[in-house]
């Protein structure tokens, strides 16, 4: 039987400082009616002062050992999906490594926004499949807040900050991952990014006076492609894997926008009692959203072994992602 990676542990973590919607009527011109009706977000949260990226993949990360029953020094990879990180550079693996204590661990980041986590976890899963990692960690993890333009109601309302991760280990047997599917259309680059900081317009007094080190979105455009795709998506990889849509147990999406895992779950006739959904509590936390609801329904205990669990994401790039998994 061929070698496949399975999750042996999930972990994540969420700073404690909550933001609701009440309290963002109080920053710009904006209402909690059109908030929950237009994205579902109730509330998300926000690191406090001096809360870095790495530190929320630091108890994500705790979290996801214990689960698996490994310790730090037991790694030989860690892998942070964030477009969020603690610098430039190094990366935020490498000062995650230095603060886990994992020695032995080789370790990137990778950047791919909402579908970071995704893209990671096919990354993982070849150096799994390979030989070439037997103990890998995956970090989705972002601090949102520090990138938002708080005066821009079209998107400051949406972000949050948090981290999930991932233990992933060698598998043989029915269990494990079954398919990663990635893409991306780079013409449409420019409906979400964060346009100053980088090579092609370093930073400058004027570029901070322009607001070009804050996340920018053209919202509506992305929600339609995001829909249409993501559709086509889910469909695609449960054909290509022979799984029925009434045989899965849970889809976890990427938290973006209720009603674009709402459309999601319709195209596939799943009940939402089979959808993992968190946005309302976190807004969307782009690379950490898929991994902190995998997290938490795995800790809630509703998926067993055996389950086929759909994982799907869309984000800037544009980028889009699926996993599907036979836990
Ligand atoms: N409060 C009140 N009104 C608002 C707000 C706000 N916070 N934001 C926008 N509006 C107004 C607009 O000005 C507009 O007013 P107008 O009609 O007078 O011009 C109206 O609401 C409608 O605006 P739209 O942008 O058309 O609203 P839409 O229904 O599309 O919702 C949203 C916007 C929530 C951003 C939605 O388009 C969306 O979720 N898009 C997809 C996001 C996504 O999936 N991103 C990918 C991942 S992100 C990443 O990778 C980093």
Known sequence: MPLKSRISGTGSYAPENVLSNLDLEKKVDTSDEWI???????????????????????????????????????LDMIIVATMSGDMPMPSTAAILQKKLGAKHAAAF???????????????????????????????????????????????????????????????????????????????????ICLPGGGSQHPPTAKTVRDRMHFIRMKGNETFKVAVRTLEKLVVNTLKANNVDPSQLAMLIPHQANLRIITATA?????????????????GNTSSASIPIALDEVVREGRIKTGDYVLLEAFGSGLTWASALIRW
């Open 36 to 74: 929950t009706e237009r994205t579902g977000i109730r509330e998300r949260r926000i690191v406090k002062k001096g809360q870095t990226t790495s530190d929320l993949c630091l108890e994500a990360s705790k979290k996801a050992l214990e689960a698996a029953s490994l310790a730090p020094k037991d």
């Open 266 to 282: 319709q195209r596939l006739k799943l009940p939402m009692n089979r959808v993992a959904v968190n946005v309302d509590r976190y």
């Open 109 to 191: 980041d990778l950047n791919a926004a909402c579908s970071g986590f995704l893209f990671g976890l096919s990354v993982a899963d070849k150096f799994i499949r390979t030989g070439a990692s037997q103990k890998l960690l995956l970090v989705g993890a972002e601090v949102n807040s520090r990138f938002i333009d708080w005066k821009d109601r079209s998107t400051c309302v949406l972000f949050g900050d948090g981290a999930g991760a991932a233990v992933i280990e060698p598998a043989r047997g029915k269990s494990g991952i079954m398919s990663t599917e990635l893409h991306t259309d780079g013409s449409l680059w420019d409906y």
